[in-house]
């Protein structure tokens, strides 16, 4: 091997000239989607993984189960609004509630590099236990491995939830009509600005804080408002907005057109985002999900969601037509219609 950053230990072939992974094929747009789609997919063959679910949802003879998993490897460990185990919380039992399943138990691993403190350790266990509580969830199993120093930096996560499903579930974008809204519930690109600015030690005044937060009593509240007029809920982690949509597009094959005038950004994301050349739309958020609702029901879905603290800012952000000249396209604020790029992989890498 010629590159000193990966070494084989093991008689396995390899094509000195093939493709190799990148931080952007871990991002969350398209080229994680090529991944699983052309690797991981085929290799299983499994229908629970045929139209990638957040979570899976497993049907016995007495119980509607949903199961999910997330590794969690975010640098820095702790940054304004959230850290490393609050965060593993959040984004299981969120994969959970957007997928029509109410979050019950949940699992932790912990890959320890040699050298960490305890008492960082001990205060993200507190995180991690503190969020369950506030989540109704309990950690019931997990493991622990220390590895060498170098070879972890600090500590990653693993957190796997399962939860039961709760009728009407969702049908998923393949079900999203032409008319329906398309509706975000609050501020977009939190999360990835907040990291990004503790990261690299910009100095914002303030600095921006992550949105890093349980999403089940807003999903609940749209659910109990508007119940089958959901066709989707997701939340818009890594990729943004803008690949949540992109893969709507593809399941359902309409446009999903937005309005850059109706999407909710706060003052200091926004600032930050020209600043980095960056679109809020392609930002992580770990607080913040879409959902496509009927026509009929998109007004009363707003409302519901506009009575929840976390979600007081949602807002109709577009609606979804007949295809056009892309997958999802935007109004810009000058009037005129463009296409809107699905990213590649991601501004920020290990922001989650």
């Known amino acids: 091997m010629s590159d000193p950053a990966w070494q084989m230990y093991c008689p396995i072939p390899l094509d000195e000239n093939g493709a190799r992974i990148t931080l952007a094929h871990g991002e969350g747009a398209r080229l994680t989607r090529r991944l699983i789609e052309e690797h991981i997919q085929p290799t299983f063959d499994c229908p629970e993984l045929a139209n990638l679910p957040d979570a899976a949802h497993i049907v016995t003879d007495t119980r509607r189960l949903a199961v999910t998993t997330d590794c969690f490897v975010v640098s820095p460990l702790f940054f304004p609004g959230g850290d490393i185990g609050s965060l593993a919380v959040h984004g299981a039992v969120n994969d959970l509630a957007v997928s029509g399943a109410r979050p019950r138990w ?18 993200i266990l507190k995180s991690v236990a503190n969020t369950a509580k506030k989540c109704c969830v309990s950690v019931v199993t997990g493991d622990t491995k220390v590895v060498p ?9 693993n957190t796997t939830a399962i939860g039961e499903l709760v009728d009407p579930v969702p ?37 921006p804080s992550s949105d890093s937060a349980s999403l089940i009593d807003s999903v609940t509240a749209l659910r109990q408002a508007v119940g089958p007029n959901v066709r989707a809920i997701r939340d818009a982690t890594r990729g943004g907005v803008s690949a949540v949509l992109h893969e709507w597009a593809a399941a359902c094959d309409l446009t999903m057109c937005l309005r850059e005038a109706d999407i909710p950004t706060s003052n200091d994301i926004r600032g930050a985002c020209e600043l980095l050349g960056l679109d809020p739309l392609h930002v992580a958020n770990e607080g913040t999900f879409v959902a496509a609702i009927a ?12 009575l929840q603290p976390q979600t007081q800012h949602a807002t109709i952000i577009g609606e979804a037509t007949d295809r056009q000249i892309a997958p999802v396209t935007i109004y810009r604020t000058l009037g005129r219609e463009q296409p809107l790029d699905e990213p590649a992989g991601a501004a920020l890498p290990r922001i989650c």
């Open 106 to 123: 949940l699992t932790l691993s912990l890959i320890i590099e040699e050298g960490l403190p305890l008492a960082v350790l001990d205060c």
């Open 149 to 157: 120093c170098g070879t972890a930096d600090g500590l990653f996560l």
């Open 171 to 207: 049908p998923g974008p393949q079900s999203i009509q032409t008319g329906d809204r398309l509706i975000v519930s609050g501020p977009v690109g939190r999360h990835g600005i907040a990291v990004l600015c503790a990261r690299e030690e910009l100095e914002f005044d303030p600095p």
């Open 295 to 306: 026509a009929e029901a998109a007004d009363d879905a707003v409302k519901a969601l506009q």
